[in-house]
Structures are given as C-alpha cells and as structure tokens.
C-alpha cells in the first residue's frame, strides 16, 4: 500500500488518515502534535519541514493553507515527495504559481492535482484537448454561510432576497479575494483554460442550505453542466463532501493494477 504523509491535519487531513491506511508522517505546528498523536500515535507526527522529509513519504497530501502550501511545495518537490495540493487558492498568486511549477517541472517530485469538492475534473481536461471555448464555474451558498467568508465585504448579503451573482471575474481574481473558499475553482481552471481565462461566479441563495458547485463547459465535443450539492448543513458545520474521497481514489490509483 502507498504510503503517504499528509501536511496539516485539521478536519480533512484526520479524515483522510482514519479512513485511509498507510500514513507515513504528518507535518503539524507544535501546538497540534498532541492532539495529531492521539489520533495516528506519536512516531507519525513531525513538526519540521526536515523530519517530515526524512520520513520520505511518497506522496504528501497537503491540506493546510495557502501559505503552508507556498512555503513548503518547492521544498518537497525537490525533495523527490509527489505533492496533492488542495489549498490551490495560493496559486493565484502569480509568484507562488511560477514557484511551484519550475519546482514541479525541475523535479523529481510532481505536482497531482485531485478533483476536489467538485468531484471529478476528467470532462473538462478531455474537453481541453479539442476546442475547450469557455468554462464557467460557480460557487453557490445562502447568505449566511457566505458571511463567514471574505465574502461578506463584496455585497450586501443581507439585502438578497433570491439567488443572485454578487461576483464575477476570473478564478485568479475570485480566489485572491477568498483564498480559504476557492480551492475548487482553481483546480477546475487548472484542468481547463487556466486562472485567468476560466470565468467564476459567486452566487448568494437564501433558498440554500448547502455549498453547491456549477460547472458550465462550452467545447467542441459538446456543452456540458454539472451541479454538485452538498449535504444540508448549518453555517458553522462540517460538511463531508468529495475532496477527502478524492484523495482516497487517488491513493487507490497509485497502487491498483486496473485504473478506474
């Protein structure tokens, strides 16, 4: 079975490891190890860049911030560690886009994008190889949940009364403004046109009670939509949606001798 290391470890990073054996090490900030510990046993948890890589996962999952994820991925890149990013807001950053790719790019570890809150990415990368014109993606929320985001200086969200877009852009702008919320949108560009290219919609619902997702692809092969939904949750919870088992189905692929 591959083993893994994942770097950060709130609600998806211990998702991930009770769910999936196999882990390696997990990098945490001192104040966390104990709390890391008790949940996969103290000889797992580091809480250095250097103990991490000496442990020489394969693969490392990181799901700890934007800044986290600028600071460390060149570093386990050139490391020979395959790095899962999922905090991609940091690649709206332009610096921290061309860092990790020339890391990436000089190796020997590689950069593996998984699919994410949006479930799969495999239609808009076919679509991107013959005449892939537009890819819009939209987040949706109720108000209130967008009022625990950077969202709330961008409208009135207490003045929409139905659904309404409160924001459009690209994905590299979208995501500056919400670095913590976006990470999706950013791998649905990075399959598709790119940040700049690839459109983005923030939509504020007060019908909903879940975070949902819309995929608008326009490409020679054929138009497509995809909504995703999650499960009815309040403001403030924990939402299990697919990003945790897309790394499942990633880890799985590594290892199994018919890939699906």
């Given at each position: 079975m591959t083993n893994y290391g994942i770097v950060g470890f709130g609600r998806i990073g211990q998702r991930l490891a009770r769910r999936w054996p196999g882990v390696r090490a997990v990098l945490v900030r001192p104040s966390q190890a104990a709390d890391a510990?008790?949940?996969?046993?103290?000889?797992?948890?580091?809480?250095?860049?250097?103990?991490?890589?000496?442990?020489?996962?394969?693969?490392?999952i990181e799901c700890a911030s934007a800044s986290t994820l600028a600071d460390v991925?060149?570093?386990?890149?050139?490391?020979?560690?395959?790095?899962?990013?999922l905090s991609l807001a940091a690649l709206a950053d332009p610096v921290v886009e061309r860092r990790l790719i020339e890391a990436a790019t000089a190796g020997p570890g590689r950069i593996e994008?998984?699919?994410?809150g949006i479930g799969t990415l495999d239609l808009l990368a076919t679509a991107r190889e013959e005449g892939l014109r537009r890819v819009v993606y939209r987040q949706l929320k109720s108000p209130a949940m967008w009022k625990l985001t950077p969202a709330a200086t961008l409208a009135d969200l207490?003045?929409?009364?139905?659904?309404?877009v409160f924001f459009r852009g690209s994905v590299r702008d979208a995501a500056r403004h919400l670095p913590n919320n976006l990470?999706?949108?950013?791998g649905v560009a990075l399959a598709?046109?790119?940040?700049?290219?690839?459109?983005?919609?923030?939509?504020?619902?007060?019908?909903?009670?879940?975070?949902?997702?819309?995929?608008?692809?326009?490409?020679?092969?054929?138009?497509?939509?995809?909504?995703?939904?999650?499960?009815?949750?309040p403001p403030d919870g924990d939402p299990v949606d697919y990003t945790t088992f897309s790394l499942m189905r990633l880890l799985r692929r590594r290892e199994a001798r018919m890939v699906i």
């Amino acid at each position: 079975m591959t083993n893994y290391g994942i770097v950060g470890f709130g609600r998806i990073g211990q998702r991930l490891a009770r769910r999936w054996p196999g882990v390696r090490a997990v990098l945490v900030r001192p104040s966390q190890a104990a709390d890391a510990a008790a949940i996969i046993g103290a000889a797992a948890v580091c809480t250095t860049l250097a103990d991490f890589v000496a442990r020489r996962p394969a693969i490392a999952i990181e799901c700890a911030s934007a800044s986290t994820l600028a600071d460390v991925g060149p570093a386990l890149l050139q490391a020979g560690i395959d790095l899962v990013p999922l905090s991609l807001a940091a690649l709206a950053d332009p610096v921290v886009e061309r860092r990790l790719i020339e890391a990436a790019t000089a190796g020997p570890g590689r950069i593996e994008i998984a699919a994410g809150g949006i479930g799969t990415l495999d239609l808009l990368a076919t679509a991107r190889e013959e005449g892939l014109r537009r890819v819009v993606y939209r987040q949706l929320k109720s108000p209130a949940m967008w009022k625990l985001t950077p969202a709330a200086t961008l409208a009135d969200l207490d003045a929409i009364s139905g659904r309404q877009v409160f924001f459009r852009g690209s994905v590299r702008d979208a995501a500056r403004h919400l670095p913590n919320n976006l990470n999706t949108s950013v791998g649905v560009a990075l399959a598709g046109l790119g940040l700049d290219a690839t459109e983005a919609e923030l939509v504020a619902d007060p019908a909903l009670s879940e975070t949902a997702h819309e995929l608008e692809i326009h490409a020679a092969p054929g138009n497509a939509m995809l909504r995703l939904g999650g499960r009815d949750v309040p403001p403030d919870g924990d939402p299990v949606d697919y990003t945790t088992f897309s790394l499942m189905r990633l880890l799985r692929r590594r290892e199994a001798r018919m890939v699906i």
